[in-house]
């Protein structure tokens, strides 16, 4: 939906997020790998121990928000992330199961996007408080495209019970 100019340069955030090896490594590797696909990391959140979500049996997640800059279209966008969370070694084997590295779409500007497998904003970020918290230290006036409300006042409404600020 919506037309993308080519070239045209957007402001991103991305969740990266890992609870499988070396955590920390995981999430470098992965802003690593973002940089060379035509996504310019312009800000960076603190990293964050979070609980799992949706399947809770599983060791705690190391997360954080990237704010980036690209000139992808929203499609070539998920086509990158895919093509680093592969190259990277991460097997989807269960829904919310553990995951070597896990990057998210979160916005795309102030773009709505409905596609059969691609939805910008990602539908449950006024639901994750792992996504809230990250995403309101280096966002927090940033306007929800759908919600219309501020990321500092979607995380008034969250549980933000045992995340931890790490780095």
Avoid: C
């Avoid at 269960?94 to 691609?118: A, N």
């Amino acid at each position: 939906m919506g037309e993308f100019i080519s070239g045209e340069k957007v402001k991103i955030f991305l969740s990266i997020g890992s609870n499988v090896g070396d955590r920390k490594g995981n999430l470098g590797k992965g802003r690593e790998n973002l940089e060379r696909k035509e996504i310019k990391i312009v800000k960076v959140s603190s990293l964050y121990l979070t609980p799992p979500w949706g399947k809770t049996n599983q060791r705690e997640f190391i997360n954080q928000v990237i704010e980036g800059e690209t000139v992808l279209s929203p499609r070539e966008l998920l086509s990158s992330i895919k093509s680093i969370e592969r190259e990277m070694g991460r097997k989807d084997v269960e829904k919310w199961g553990p995951r070597l590295i896990d990057i998210d779409i979160l916005f795309y500007g102030d773009k709505i996007v409905e596609e059969e497998d691609l939805i910008i904003p990602h539908p449950l970020i006024p639901q994750r408080a792992f996504v809230l918290v990250p995403l309101n230290e280096i966002a927090s006036d940033f306007v929800h495209p759908v919600k219309k409300e501020k990321i500092k006042d979607l995380l008034l409404r969250v549980d933000r019970k045992g995340i931890r600020r790490i780095v």
